[in-house]
């Protein structure tokens, strides 16, 4: 932990003993650091949920944009905060990602944060060109091995966690050979896959269903352990020969390190409660996202488990940072 976090800390304990620290909270604004671009995936998740939390906990809760080096810069000004509450920071899965992918961070993912909550989690969907003469995994790990190194995927960049790394688990666990091709987003990822230039991607649910539904992309597997309601009939590959496979976007609320549990335990309440509103599941759905809180144990466990299992990925695939 950084020296000028502990002097932040000492002060605010000396000044204050724990009690009375969490007593009232929240009294004031709270401010949402959303390390990732305005306009972007990331800002639309806090901007559904920033509103929908504010009205759970009665004070605002005010969205700040911190974009740069892949969430990084964003994470690193809330681990430097002070624990009271009042800083919280929306993270993907890829901060567990970064912690392999990057060589140095400026922070410890784990020991520089207070988990708080999840908060959203949202499948990939494994889809090929029409035109491949492939009805399900099985056939198409069949047609990989068969032709090693002739299929490719789209990715929406290097380090993604679904598009890129969520098939790079799928060949380490199937042994197969296939090319990634990354692009700057999912978007041209799209636009060449059902041109035939690739053969497969693992993109969001949401943008791909109008073109399953029109035939032009078949679906193979959801990559979430659960079916998804708006593909049901597509099994999970975890049901399809790859038990441990499981690859998920998802979003959750940290705090910087030091965080008292029962404010944690408060911002987690008030996060539960929020994400039982109608409205903000079919607004998440909407997105090819799934309303999901996570108690703050259950969530640093997930974290670590993720961490772990990315740095597999990452060690295997050779993955570098565009």
Request: charged content about 15%.
């Amino acid at each position: 932990m950084k020296l000028n976090h502990i002097l932040l800390m000492l002060v605010v304990l000396l000044a204050s003993p724990l009690g009375a620290w969490s007593e009232g909270y929240p009294s004031r604004a709270v401010h949402l650091i959303v390390p990732f671009a305005a306009g972007g995936p990331a800002d639309g998740i806090g901007r559904l949920i920033g509103p929908r939390l504010s009205e759970a906990m009665g004070q605002p809760v005010v969205i700040d944009n911190r974009a740069g080096a892949n969430s990084i810069v964003g994470s690193e000004l809330a681990s430097r905060a002070l624990p009271d509450g009042y800083t919280l920071v929306l993270v993907s899965a890829g901060f567990t990602v970064n912690a392999s992918l990057y060589s140095k961070l400026p922070f410890d993912p784990i020991k520089d944060f207070s988990p708080v909550s999840l908060v959203t989690l949202g499948p990939g969907i494994l889809v090929i060109h029409a035109s491949l003469p492939v009805k399900n995994l099985l056939q198409l790990i069949a047609l990989a091995k068969a032709k090693p190194g002739s299929l490719s995927y789209g990715s929406s960049g290097s380090g993604a966690p679904t598009s890129h790394l969520g098939m790079e688990l799928l060949k380490v666990i199937a042994g197969i050979d296939v090319v990634h091709v990354p692009y700057r987003s999912m978007s041209p990822a799209i636009v060449d896959l059902l041109g035939g230039q690739i053969q497969m991607a693992i993109p969001t649910i949401n943008v791909t269903l109008p073109h399953i539904i029109s035939g032009r992309l078949r679906a193979l597997g959801v990559t979430s352990r659960e079916r998804s309601s708006a593909v049901p009939q597509v099994p999970p590959l975890s049901e399809q020969g790859m038990p441990d496979y499981e690859a998920n976007n998802w979003y959750g609320l940290l705090a910087p390190a030091g965080l008292p549990k029962p404010i944690a335990e408060t911002i987690y309440a008030d996060a539960a409660k929020a994400l039982q509103l109608q409205d903000l599941k079919d607004r998440l759905s909407a997105v090819g996202m799934v309303a999901k809180a996570m108690s703050p144990e259950n969530f640093g466990l997930y974290i670590k488990s993720e961490i772990v299992k990315w740095a597999k990925v990452v060690r295997a695939s050779g993955a570098k940072p565009d």
